[in-house]
């Protein structure tokens, strides 16, 4: 079982990569996308996105990483592909499934679902271009509209030459309600066993990886918001570990308050503890009250006293 850390625009960045790879599960992260549009972005760009690639592409616990690129331009992306590699990205993820409007109105992530025919010249455009010696995956819904595009869909990639295809199993319209998930549509594919396939949608638990890898026929699993609001999550699934307790979380918090934060902290670090928080109390209850705590807070200093107040309330001890 190969377990991937998911993309989440502007929650899954550097510092909860770290802090989710050091609890141990995961065998690859997949950077937030990199937009390409009409020019080629700076060096120091690939650098802010994935500062990983000081440590030779790799979290300071030693899981690789992959840059996502979203965009449209096949040469464009080519060669925002081969920089990233050169800078020391662990091959190459394509974005096909963000359901964002402002993406997919500048004709970026899912959007391009209704198209498998620009899809599979933008992806055999990519693989010709990027060194046969990396990995090529790509990001997909299964549909814009309909599950049963994903069989278009997937066999333009397929064609076109990628190594690896991830499935979000809804489509682009379902968003992320939860009743929409279909994990069995990922299955066909499956059974075809042309590509290294990886299942995305729905998986809080180790009973839901259990039951998304039954139901969909895929062993290789990618985690996001169940892996926000469990951080142990890929532990809890690969090596029977316990589900962290809510004093073992407020140590983990309390960490990641610890890190030096790029930009403006005071703006920085309140939005992503709250942001956070959002999915954490799907899990944890006390995180409810946490998050009203702290919800119209604007100023790190008070929402790290009102951490550190919490902390107090729930001490534990031997947790790293």
Known sequence: MKLVLAPLEGVIDHLVRQLLTELGGYDLCITEFMRVS???????????????????????????????????HPQLMSDHANRAIELGS????????????????????AVLLKEPEVIYNLVKAMRSAIPITETFSVKIRLGWDNSQAVHEISDAIISAGANELTIHARTKTDGYKKEAIKWDAIAPVAKRNEITLTANGEIWTAQDA????????????MLGRGALAMPNLAAVIKNDQKPMSYPQLLQLLSKYTTFEVEGDKGLYYPNRMKQWLVYLRQQF???????????TLNKTPAVIDVLNNEIFKYPVSGFK
Not at 38 to 48: A, G, L, N
Not at 60 to 65: A, C, F, T, W
Not at 99 to 106: A, Q
Request: positive net charge; contains cysteine; hydrophobic residues 30%.
């Open 210 to 221: 259990i039951d998304c890898q039954k139901a969909s026929g895929c062993e290789n699993l």
């Open 285 to 295: 209850p006390q995180a409810k009250e946490l998050f009203g705590a702290i919800r």
């Open 90 to 109: 662990h091959g190459i993820d394509l974005n096909l499934g963000c359901p964002s409007k402002i993406v997919n109105t500048n004709k970026g992530g």
């Open 38 to 72: 009409d020019t080629f972005m700076p060096e120091r760009s690939f650098y802010k996105l994935c500062p990983e690639l000081h440590n030779g592409g790799r979290t300071p616990s030693g899981v690789p990483i992959r840059m996502q690129l979203l965009g449209q």
